[in-house]
């Protein structure tokens, strides 16, 4: 275990296990679909690379990079990098590494429904229900977490952590 970590939340396997069942989930929703999945970078990116494992559909990857945190809070919402392609008429599957206020994901699915996206749903690798501002659930979900902060796994503090294999809970004397 890091250092800087607190505790273990999730472990490689329990997130590889929780990708898998969630894949099924996905192909069963969207086996007729034209899905895209959109990695929110970069911290999705641990998380996408372990779920597509187990979406055996055809299906699209595009990026964007949104950011809405300094430190540990969340601030305004900047585009630094948008979509390659269209989503008029498709399917889209927005793919992140925590959901926690939703300012990030409210913004980002509703600027892709008025592109004309036929769908736009969310599936996040951790839920942070305590710390929602916004209204807004994702469609699939990995595992809900406490109100703490949390690294690993793509998730960071100042772009430190992503490295980590699992989720952990950071000592909070490296935040404060």
Same mark, same amino acid.
């Given at each position: ?11 490689? *396997? ?17 086996? *007729? ?144």
């Amino acid at each position: 275990m890091h250092k800087d970590v607190k505790e273990i939340l999730y472990t490689q *396997d329990e997130i590889s296990q929780k990708c898998k069942e969630l894949g099924k989930l996905i192909m069963n929703d969207y086996h *007729d679909k034209n899905l895209v999945l959109v990695g929110l970078l970069k911290g999705s990116v641990p998380f996408l690379a372990e779920l597509s494992k187990y979406v055996n559909l055809d299906v699209t990857f595009d990026y964007m990079d949104v950011s809405s945190y300094e430190g540990t809070e969340s601030r305004t919402i900047t585009i630094k990098k948008d979509l390659d392609q269209d989503v008029k008429g498709k399917d889209i599957l927005l793919v992140e590494d925590i959901l926690d206020t939703g300012k990030t994901l409210s913004t980002v699915k509703a600027m892709l429904e008025e592109r004309g996206a036929a769908t736009v749903e969310i599936v996040t690798m951790l839920d942070k229900k305590e710390g929602r501002t916004f209204p807004i659930e994702a469609k699939y979900v990995g595992f809900e977490i406490p109100n703490a902060f949390v690294i690993g796994f793509g998730l960071d503090f100042d772009e430190k952590y992503r490295n980590l294999p699992y989720v952990g809970i950071l000592k909070e004397e490296c935040y404060q």
